[in-house]
Structures are given as structure tokens and as C-alpha cells.
């Protein structure tokens, strides 16, 4: 049976699709951070609110404590703002070495930095302790962590600000938000929105994978044909996109805003279905995977809306081939020290960034496509494992 789901053509997308009737759908109770925050700004990027809290909590010319295990944009735009990282460790199960953390708190240290990873909680209240002895601000980054809570506490109401991506877990064309907590006010002007045709060209983007996700290989072909009428209307049309996703932060887009459409989009979406369906598919591949490859969590705590399934593999470039060739868009997750930080001091980094590979889990892909992709990675892990084998 694995071996007949294997030959099919799959079409798995890294993050989530527009379906056509999300355009239209009503708005929803917002019970999820950051729609339901009282203090709340949104942007085009997560990184425009990591910018701005430097700025808004005058952190620049100050040292800002941040994990070393980050993806790097995040970093830039610390440095871009004016402020200094220093970097504490991080194990190899993502948890913060809280000791570290308190050792390396100087005069110069302004904040403290926490992410949440993969929408899994990290040591929150005890960070919060930490800032409060030290009397610094605790941010929260939750980037990758939208609609997770830590059991009932959610994520992003712990620190004194709270930073969140959209487009990473809902299928909306651009979006990340800051919420401010507890008693500080701020004044914030609403950044204004990004370039309409930008917001245009991700929300047909985003149509086109839904049609491919759902159309087989009819889909597949009406994609390819619409993508490539359409990259030659955009180049003729001088059409400015400003792309999500992007390795580096980029000053010149530091004020944009988030669209509209990615509001309307994002407040009609079914909030705790999308949670609970995640963690069915992940629950779903922690029990078809972890006979091939130990776990990074042997449980998916209660509260957790996962992001994807963190893969722990040897030779991550013979893995993403293989699942890559079935269709998968597994992703190699962050796979580099972003040059502040030296990787030489953290060891269990360099190990997290050469063995995590990004399996996907999100709200669109079914029991029978987990199915497949379950199939594909076990077939991946082994040939990766036989290959080694003859080799060494």
C-alpha cells in the first residue's frame, strides 16, 4: 500500500491555502492573540514589529538578550534599530537554558528576548521572572507560534510585548502583528497598507495552490498555465511585490502595514478547527514517524497549535530530495547562525540547525494526505539511513 501511494504525484504545500470562499467568509469572535489583544498594531512583516518595539521601547544603544537558536531576520532587525544581540544557549530539544540566561544579564542588557518555536511554549513564566528581578521587558516571539497557548495561558500575554506572524500558519497574503501588555501605553500610528497589486499577486498565489491542492494533476496544469501568463503580465505591468517569506529585513519596508484583505481573511477563519486539525495531523505523523527517528517532543502538550512536525534527520539534503521529489514542500529549517552569534559557543545549535527538517502539518492537508506523506518521509529517513550505510 505505501508503495502505490509513493508512485502518486502529491502536491504538498509548506503552508496553508486560499480556498475561494475565504474572500467572502464573515468575520468570527476573535478569542485567539493577537485578533483579540486590546492594544494590537499589524504589519506586512513580523519583522516590522520587532523593529518598532526596539525603537518604541528604546532598546537601541542597549544590549538585547536573545536565543541562538534564530532564524536571523529577527537578529537584522534588533541591529537595524539600533540595539546590540547577545545570545544565550539553547538545547537540542529547544530549551532555554534559563541559568544562562541570568549569567549573561549585564549593565548594558535592556531586554530579554524569548521565541516560541513551532508554536511549542517556551519557559514564559520564568523568563517573566527573570525580566521582573531585573527589571527588564520581556518580548515575546511568536512568529511561529500563532494560536498556541501554554495550556491555558496563551502565548504572546506572558511578556510585556507580543509579536506574531499570520501568513505562516492562516492563508493570508501578508501580515504580522505587536500587541502591548499590562499597564505601558503606547501611542502607535497605523502603518499604512502595502501596494495593492503586491496583496493582489500573493492572494492569486495563494488561490493557485488551492486549485492544485485540490485539482490533481488537472490543477497542476491549469497552475503552471496561469503562473506563466501570469509572471508576464506582472513583469509587463512593472508590478511591485513586495515578497513574503524573505531571508533578510529590508528597511524600505519597515512601515508597511498589513492589507485589508489579509484581515478580513484571517477574522474568517475557523480558529479552533485550524487548531484542532493540526494537531490531529501531527499526532497523526508523531505515530507513524518516531520508530525512524526519535522525536524532538514525545508528546504534544495541551495548548499547542502546532506549526509543522520538526523531522530530526542526518543528511538533510538527501532527505528534502527525496520528499521534494514526491511533491512535499519540506522545508530546511533554519540552517544558519546569523553572523553576530558565534556558532562555535553553541554546540547543540549547530546540531538543531544540521537535523531539523520541516515536515508539513497545517489545517488543509487530510488524514489520507498525512497518510501519504507519512509514506514518503519513512521512505526518505531509510534511503537516507541505506545510503549512509554503504558510504561509511
Known sequence: MEEVILNQKLFVPSLPTLWPSMLWGRSQAAHFQPFSAPNVRYFYFARNAVWLTVKMLGL???????????????????????????????????????????????PKTKALYLVHYAGFPGPVAEMREIADRHGLPL???????????????????????GIFCLYKTLPVPNGGALTINGPRQYSLPEPPPPPPASTFSHTVSALLQNLELRGGAVGRGLRSFIRSVGHGTVKAANIERVATG???????????????????????????AIVEKRRRN??????????????????????????????????????????????????????????????????????????????????????EVMAAVAAATREAVKTDRRSRKRTG
Open 60 to 106: 537601541d544603544k542597549g544590549e538585547v538578550l536573545m536565543p541562538a537558536y534564530h532564524h536571523g531576520v529577527e537578529v537584522e532587525a534588533v541591529i537595524d534599530a539600533g540595539a546590540t544581540p547577545r545570545f544565550y544557549r539553547v538545547g537540542s530539544r529547544w530549551d532555554v537554558d534559563l541559568e544562562d540566561v541570568e549569567k549573561k544579564i549585564g
Open 139 to 161: 518580548i515575546e516571539d511568536c512568529a511561529l507560534s500563532l494560536l498556541s497557548s501554554d495550556g491555558t495561558m496563551p502565548l504572546g500575554t506572558t511578556g510585556d510585548i
Open 246 to 272: 524573505t531571508q533578510h529585513f529590508n528597511r524600505e519596508h519597515v512601515d508597511l502595514g498589513m492589507s485589508p484583505l489579509t484581515k478580513r481573511i484571517a477574522l474568517a477563519q475557523d480558529m479552533e
Open 282 to 367: 501531527y499526532f497523526f505523523l508523531l505515530g507513524r514517524l518516531r520508530d525512524i527517528s526519535a522525536p524532538l517532543f514525545n508528546q504534544l502538550p495541551p495548548g499547542v497549535c502546532p506549526l509543522f512536525y520538526p523531522l530530526v534527520v542526518e543528511d538533510k539534503t538527501e532527505v528534502l530530495g527525496k520528499l521534494h521529489a514526491q511533491g512535499i514542500d519540506a522545508i530546511d529549517f533554519w540552517n544558519r547562525f546569523h553572523p553576530a552569534c558565534d556558532a562555535a559557543s553553541f554546540p547543540e545549535v549547530a546540531q538543531l540547525r544540521r537535523s531539523i527538517v520541516e515536515i508539513p502539518c497545517h489545517q488543509d492537508l487530510s488524514p
